[in-house]
C-alpha cells in the first residue's frame, strides 16, 4: 500500500523558518521523482519544488534562494527546508511522487505564517 505522510506544518512567524518531511512507503522510492505542491485558500495547488531520481532539484521563481528540497533514499523521505516565511507561504503543502505512468498524493500538511 503506497503512503505519503506528510509532517511539520503549523504556525510560524514571517521571517521564521521551518522544516517539512514527507515519509514514503509502498513503492520503489529511488526511482521516483520527488515534489512538493501547495494550495493556498481560494488558490488552485501550485507546483514549489522538485527533486528528481538523480537529485536535481526545481523551484519556482517566488521560492528561489528560500526554500530547500532534498531527498534521503536511505529513509525514503524528502524535505523541504524553508526559510525567511512570507505570509504568501501559508498554504497546505502536499507531498507527490511521480514515475513513468504513476503519481500519489499525500494528504497533506498545513503551514500558517502569520504574526
Known amino acids: 500500500q503506497v503512503q505519503l505522510v506528510e509532517s511539520g506544518g503549523g504556525l510560524v512567524q514571517p521571517g521564521g523558518s521551518v522544516s517539512l518531511s514527507c515519509a514514503a512507503s509502498?513503492?520503489?522510492?529511488?526511482?521516483?521523482?520527488m515534489g512538493w505542491y501547495r494550495q493556498a485558500p481560494g488558490s488552485e495547488r501550485e507546483l514549489v519544488a522538485t527533486i528528481r531520481h538523480d537529485d536535481i532539484a526545481q523551484y519556482i521563481d517566488s521560492v528561489k534562494g528560500r526554500l530547500t528540497i532534498s531527498r534521503d533514499n536511505a529513509r525514503n523521505t524528502i524535505h523541504l527546508q524553508m526559510n525567511n516565511l512570507k505570509p504568501e507561504d501559508t498554504a497546505v503543502y502536499y507531498c507527490n511522487a511521480a514515475g513513468g505512468d504513476m503519481g500519489y498524493w499525500g494528504k497533506g500538511t498545513l503551514l500558517t505564517v502569520s504574526s
Open positions: 509502498g513503492f520503489s522510492f529511488r526511482h521516483y521523482n
